[in-house]
């Protein structure tokens, strides 16, 4: 997210342009799977930028700063709180990674939602406040399609944007496209290209 010169990055990993967190003022990490973030690369970052901060669940932050991350710049969260990160308003919901197997613990997961937009990380968190823009997680080893639809049911945003999706191949991210665009029955469902941005509130 960018207003007014702040940029708010969330989950800057494997699978993204981390080159965001050159212009970063806000980090937020929803968990610790590689492809939400990058340890050592967010580690640098807080380096390069002695203005950036972070915020995730514990088990990130004592990896970050297990990799040399100075304790004071990166703030343990969970769900239920409430603060401002680079000038925007941020609170957190969930708590709990979806289920990937019964055979497989279950990470800490923290939902953010900042000013209207929620991302839920791996979960299918349903905050008790209004969400105007979802990002909707379409793809992974822990979903099915049938469930991203019925998360769009229960959160009624007005526009859903799906993310998550790097293992699709392009005929499997436009199948979810159609499913969830049409089944979800949110008023809009847009697909960003990369690097392209979305007006959100007044």
């Not at 932050?61 to 409430?82: F, I, M, N, W, Y």
């Amino acid at each position: 997210l960018a207003r007014d010169g702040s940029v708010l990055v969330v989950d800057p990993g494997s699978y993204s342009d981390r080159s965001v967190l050159e212009d970063a003022h806000a980090v937020l990490v929803t968990h610790e799977h590689a492809d939400h973030v990058v340890a050592p690369e967010l580690v640098a970052a807080l380096a390069a930028r002695p203005t950036l901060e972070v915020w995730a669940p514990a088990p990130v932050v004592a990896l970050l700063t297990g990799d040399g991350a100075d304790p004071a710049r990166v703030h343990t969260v969970g769900p239920g709180e409430h603060w401002t990160a680079a000038g925007f308003e941020v609170r957190t919901f969930g708590g709990s990674h979806a289920v990937i197997h019964p055979d497989l613990p279950v990470p800490a997961n923290v939902a953010y939602l900042v000013e209207g937009v929620l991302h839920p990380g791996d979960s299918f968190t349903v905050p008790d406040l209004p969400v105007e823009v979802l990002l909707l997680p379409v793809g992974g080893p822990w979903m099915k399609v049938a469930e991203a639809v019925d998360h769009v049911r229960a959160v009624r945003p007005t526009v859903v944007v799906p993310i998550h999706d790097a293992v699709l191949a392009e005929a499997g991210q436009g199948l979810a496209d159609r499913l969830v665009g049409t089944l979800g029955e949110a008023p809009q469902y847009r697909r960003l290209a990369p690097g392209e941005r979305l007006a959100v509130g007044p």
